[in-house]
């Protein structure tokens, strides 16, 4: 069945260092992949999507690339924040409008 | 601009307790609809969606069931709540044919 499996955290960084956070994914087709940010007593914000192979979705500096030949899409910044402490889900959606399937979640915890 | 907005924001239960989560959409029409828990540990399991008014599909069994009275609101019940229960319920919206979807601001329900 369609899975995604992210790394285990917590991850512990200093301001501006560089974050990645790996994903991968099992599916069938060609899933679209999402990153969520979810803050501490919120629901969950999307963060950037990539919905065919090689696409790069992007935004407030966070990366990842959809990459079919090794079914990855690892989320990226360069320099990461205080404010970016958040749990990060990888996820996927085979068909449209249909069930999200997440991963476990990574936290992010970035010192100043 | 489209917004969701879900209450109560937090709840506290006893045990065989009824129980009535809602959540409305604005700013679209003709949504799909989501019910997501977020157990502690921070998975994500989708409970149950829906394509339309009176249309719902479940996909776990459980003791909790889901109604959509309009368009954009969206109902989660139960008769007799259980320990198990206890997590962080999350409404969802989609456009029928578009991957992403958006989440409301939670509801943490604690059953005692």
């Known amino acids: 069945g369609n899975s995604v499996t992210q790394m285990e955290g917590p991850v512990t960084l200093s301001e501006e260092a560089f974050l990645t956070i790996n994903c991968t994914y099992t599916a069938t087709g060609y899933p679209s992949l999402f990153w969520y940010v979810q803050y501490p007593g919120e629901g969950l914000q999307l963060l950037l999507k990539a919905t065919k192979a090689d696409d790069k979705g992007s935004n407030k500096g966070f990366e990842a690339t959809y990459r079919k030949e090794t079914t990855s899409f690892h989320l990226e910044k360069g320099s990461v924040q205080v404010s970016d402490s958040a749990v990060y889900f990888c996820a996927l959606v085979y068909n449209q409008g249909g069930k999200l399937i997440f991963g476990q979640g990574t936290e992010l915890s970035v010192k100043p | 601009s489209q917004t969701i907005h879900q209450w109560p924001a937090t709840l506290v239960q006893p045990v065989g307790s009824p129980l009535s989560l809602e959540c409305t959409v604005e700013g679209t029409s003709n949504p799909n609809l989501y019910w997501y828990r977020q157990a502690a540990g921070r998975g994500l399991q989708l409970l149950f969606y829906?394509?339309?008014?009176?249309?719902i599909s479940s996909e776990v069994p459980q003791n909790l069931s889901a109604s959509r009275p309009q368009d954009r609101q969206f109902i989660l019940s139960s008769k007799k709540l259980l320990l198990s229960d206890s997590g962080f319920y999350l409404c969802a919206w989609g456009i029928a044919g578009a991957p992403e979807q958006f989440f409301g601001p939670g509801t943490r329900l604690t059953v005692l």
């Open positions: 829906s394509v339309g008014i009176g249309q």
